[in-house]
């Protein structure tokens, strides 16, 4: 059973082009989470999916920052008109159920994608 | 009120030594609290996780001490080994029916053979 896919790996892209991120979430699980990570920081929470539905998205900059999880396919984290401050680590994670997390069903990170804005 | 204030940043332990990273939060509505171990250019991985209803976990040589009315809980690593060098994050959640994290910055640790 692969874990979290998560790609491209590494991705570089100059101020003003789009960065699309991609996430396969583990087999079986329908729950979706974006986290940001900038250097030398924690994770911040983006936003949650469940399949076809945004959730909460509390965390997600309300310009040129946007999420989805299709029907069909990995989720995509959609990065409009890119600047230098969007550069970081972003790091998707899934899981099997909702409601409290424990044992067998807690969240599962993939490898991250690190964007580098040039 | 959100924040989980983490410390040391970073931390070099002996080998066999004992590792101990804390964490201090507000939020008095959180009520999970895990740890995360991150190697470089990896994603973070579950380690060990806590409730409130509960003192103290114990899982082989990484045991979390939580302390309710100081609102701290930390991470002791015994017998220290080099393989335990990494970066290791401190979290918690509220139980709003999903799993939104709210992380500590995050203590670098390494151990010397």
């Known amino acids: 059973n692969a874990g979290v896919m998560q790609n491209p790996r590494h991705l570089v892209r100059r101020r003003g082009q789009e960065a699309r991120l991609r996430c396969s979430p583990m087999k079986g699980h329908s729950h979706v989470y974006w986290y940001r990570q900038l250097p030398e920081e924690g994770l911040k929470f983006m936003v949650y999916?469940?399949?076809?539905?945004?959730?909460?998205e509390s965390g997600m900059p309300k310009e040129r920052f946007s999420a989805e999880f299709p029907k069909e396919g990995p989720s995509i984290l959609r990065i409009q008109q890119v600047v230098r401050g969007d550069s970081a680590a972003y790091f998707c994670?899934?899981?099997?159920?909702?409601?409290?997390?424990?044992?067998?069903?807690?969240?599962?990170f993939g490898q991250g994608t690190r964007l580098t804005v040039v | 009120q959100q924040q989980v204030k983490q410390s040391p940043q970073s931390l070099i332990v002996q080998k066999g030594g004992i590792s101990i990273i804390n964490c201090a939060y507000e939020n008095t509505a959180f009520d999970y609290f895990p740890w995360y171990q991150q190697f470089p250019g990896k994603g973070p991985a579950l380690l060990i996780a806590i409730r409130p209803d509960v003192s103290e976990k114990k899982e082989g040589r990484f045991t979390i001490s939580f302390n309710k009315s100081a609102k701290q809980f930390s991470l002791h690593i015994m017998d220290s080994q080099p393989g335990d060098s990494a970066t290791y994050f401190c979290?918690?959640?509220?139980?709003?029916?999903?799993?939104?994290?709210?992380f500590g910055t995050g203590t670098r640790l390494l151990v010397s053979p």
């Open positions: 994670a899934s899981s099997s159920r909702t409601g409290r997390p424990r044992r067998g069903t807690e969240a599962f």
């Open positions: 999916l469940q399949k076809e539905n945004i959730i909460d």
């Open positions: 979290a918690a959640s509220m139980n709003t029916g999903f799993q939104k994290l709210v």
